[in-house]
T-cell receptor, first 113, second 117 residues
Framework: EPEVTQTPSHQVTQMGQEVILRCVPI?????FYWYRQILGQKVEFLVS????????KSEIFDDQFSVERPDGSNFTLKIRSTKLEDSAMYFC???????????FGPGTRLLVL | AQKVTQVQTEISVVEKEDVTLDCVYE???????LFWYKQPPSGELVFLIR??????QNEISGRYSWNFQKSTSSFNFTITASQVVDSAVYFC??????????????FGKGITLSVRP
């Protein structure tokens, strides 16, 4: 069964460093998302992406964040200068159609020291 | 604005007990979708069910059942004869169809279910 994959599973970085989180959505899916979950808290929407552009972004998704679909398979989230408060689990999700179910990857646990 | 409320934060039951997880939602859209996701200790989010706002028929899948009531804006989830493997955090989520391509998910805070042997 096709699934969303994410790499790395864990990443530790120093404050101020840039990180890139990678996702490979399900191959025939057209809509892509990033969410984050701070430890012990609820899952929060960051950004949605369709047709090679951002559809919507939340207040969390400030200028330090960017997304890209560099080729036909990868979908990346970049944090330019990480802060301590960026420590969280980051989930990628994709769905096939406009009203389809979103399927989530296993997440990348980011720790900023 | 869409909102999902899960009032229960932690529930602990003994194996084989039935347990109901509550979910209340708010939306101004007439067309929307409701979801339940399971997050086991390993951390991934596992899709369990999706209902659209036009289908209030209750659904049963094995030991799982869902009760959707538009009149009370609730979408409750019952596990019958709970098992230790059901121990996880359960999230209810809402997506408004009116937002089109965006259709982001808004999650509740989650309910931590512990099933003791």
């Amino acid at each position: 069964e096709p699934e969303v994959t994410q790499t790395p599973s864990h990443q530790v970085t120093q404050m101020g460093q840039e990180v890139i989180l990678r996702c490979v959505p399900i191959s025939n899916h057209l809509y892509f998302y990033w969410y984050r979950q701070i430890l012990g808290q609820k899952v929060e929407f960051l950004v949605s992406f369709y047709n090679n552009e951002i559809s919507e972004k939340s207040e969390i998704f400030d200028d330090q964040f960017s997304v890209e679909r560099p080729d036909g398979s990868n979908f990346t989230l970049k944090i330019r200068s990480t802060k301590l408060e960026d420590s969280a689990m980051y989930f990628c999700a994709s769905r096939v159609g406009q009203l389809g179910t979103q399927y989530f990857g296993p997440g990348t646990r980011l720790l900023v020291l | 604005a869409q909102k999902v409320t899960q009032v229960q934060t932690e529930i602990s039951v003994v194996e084989k007990e039935d347990v109901t997880l509550d979910c209340v939602y708010e939306t101004r859209d007439t067309t929307y979708y409701l979801f339940w996701y399971k997050q086991p200790p390993s951390g991934e989010l596992v899709f369990l069910i999706r209902r659209n706002s036009f289908d209030e028929q209750n659904e049963i899948s094995g030991r799982y059942s869902w009760n959707f009531q538009k009149s009370t804006s609730s979408f409750n989830f019952t596990i019958t004869a709970s098992q230790v493997v059901d121990s996880a955090v359960y999230f209810c989520a809402l997506s408004e169809a009116g937002t089109g391509a965006n259709s982001k998910l808004t999650f509740g805070k989650g309910i931590t279910l512990s099933v003791r042997p």
